[in-house]
């Protein structure tokens, strides 16, 4: 069992920065692909980006590649996504997710088990 917390979120105008931080519980956090999702006003959830079990490689959202950077550190269990040049779209409750590591070259965007409770960015213009 995984237990996911994210924190990080808040109000910010369009152009600025924010960096999401997920922490887990339980000692088997390095056997997860970790990844991070949205979900906006109105809208489904979304994929925006993921990384593999050991970080060494990455993947991205059409809309945030270029100014989001997801990473992890799992001798601290945790999985951080950097946000640079936010924009009013970028808006929505961001969930930190993790799932079972197939342990193929690119890191999983479906299969997610384990969810946080989401963190809300809200980017004004």
């Known amino acids: 069992q995984v237990q996911l917390v994210e924190s990080g979120g808040g109000l910010v105008q369009a152009g600025a920065s924010l960096r999401l931080s997920c922490a887990s519980s339980g000692r088997t956090f390095s056997i997860y692909d970790m990844g991070w999702f949205r979900q906006g006003p109105g809208k489904e959830r979304e994929f925006v980006a993921a990384?593999?079990?050991?970080?060494?490689?990455?993947r991205y959202a059409a809309s945030v590649k270029g100014r989001f950077t997801i990473s992890r550190d799992n001798a601290k269990s945790t999985a951080d996504l950097q946000m640079n040049s936010l924009k009013p779209e970028d808006t929505a409750v961001y969930y930190c997710?993790?799932?079972?590591?197939?342990?193929?070259?690119?890191?999983?965007?479906?299969?997610?088990?384990?969810w946080g409770q989401g963190t809300q960015v809200t980017v004004s213009s």
């Open positions: 990384i593999t079990w050991d970080g060494s490689s990455t």
């Open positions: 997710a993790a799932a079972r590591s197939p342990r193929n070259r690119t890191p999983t965007t479906t299969g997610y088990e384990y």
